[in-house]
């Protein structure tokens, strides 16, 4: 069974913003570039809410499906449907999912993964994917160092990333709270 993945999503939050971007590429088994033009970074909840997902395509839609449920079962309420949606992994009631996604709304900045784990990264800045480590070098060294926008460091981390990562592209897509 040939599985889709590979992907590198950067998240900063900066002077009131947060960005999220990610790239564009999927990638089929360890050799073949299947698609270079992916969205896996988008708006839900009215807007509020912006997510990007990284990890096994069908294990992403899965978590990022759930998520928006959980979302709207909360009432928009960012941190308590991260938490329930790892409560509902950690229950065993769900198959774990090989999918991490990073979500943001106006207040929080989140990294929820598909077995269980939520994190709220300390310093505003945070990656995940195949290409994660590059980009949150990249976007650390960006942030503390430049006067560069939450969007400009999300989006000049990714290219970066997607020149060292044979994973990661430069089709890049950024949302912005």
């Given at each position: 069974?040939?599985e889709?993945?590979?992907?590198?999503?950067?998240?900063?939050?900066?002077?009131?913003?947060?960005?999220?971007?990610?790239?564009?590429?999927v990638t089929?088994?360890?050799?073949?570039?299947?698609?270079?033009?992916a969205?896996?970074?988008?708006?839900?909840?009215?807007?509020?809410?912006?997510?990007?997902?990284?990890?096994?395509?069908?294990?992403a839609?899965?978590?990022?499906?759930?998520f928006?449920?959980?979302?709207?079962?909360?009432?928009?309420?960012?941190?308590?449907?991260?938490?329930?949606?790892a409560?509902?992994w950690?229950?065993?009631k769900?198959?774990?999912?090989?999918?991490?996604m990073?979500t943001?709304?106006?207040?929080?900045?989140?990294?929820?993964?598909?077995?269980?784990?939520?994190?709220?990264?300390?310093?505003?800045?945070?990656?995940?994917g195949?290409?994660?480590?590059?980009?949150?070098?990249?976007?650390?060294?960006l942030?503390?160092?430049?006067?560069?926008?939450?969007?400009?460091?999300?989006?000049?981390s990714?290219?970066?990333?997607?020149e060292?990562?044979v994973?990661?592209?430069g089709?890049?897509t950024c949302?912005?709270?």
């Amino acid at each position: 069974m040939n599985e889709f993945m590979g992907t590198t999503i950067c998240a900063v939050k900066k002077d009131g913003h947060t960005a999220i971007a990610g790239d564009g590429q999927v990638t089929m088994s360890q050799s073949i570039i299947f698609k270079n033009n992916a969205v896996k970074v988008r708006r839900i909840y009215n807007g509020s809410v912006i997510f990007g997902f990284a990890g096994s395509v069908a294990d992403a839609f899965t978590l990022s499906e759930r998520f928006e449920e959980m979302l709207n079962k909360y009432s928009g309420n960012l941190m308590r449907s991260a938490v329930e949606l790892a409560e509902l992994w950690r229950s065993d009631k769900v198959r774990k999912l090989e999918a991490m996604m990073i979500t943001a709304d106006k207040d929080s900045l989140l990294i929820v993964s598909g077995t269980g784990e939520v994190i709220e990264p300390e310093d505003g800045v945070c990656a995940i994917g195949s290409g994660g480590n590059y980009a949150l070098a990249a976007a650390r060294a960006l942030s503390q160092e430049t006067d560069y926008s939450a969007e400009e460091i999300a989006k000049k981390s990714l290219k970066i990333a997607s020149e060292i990562c044979v994973f990661t592209n430069g089709h890049i897509t950024c949302e912005v709270l």
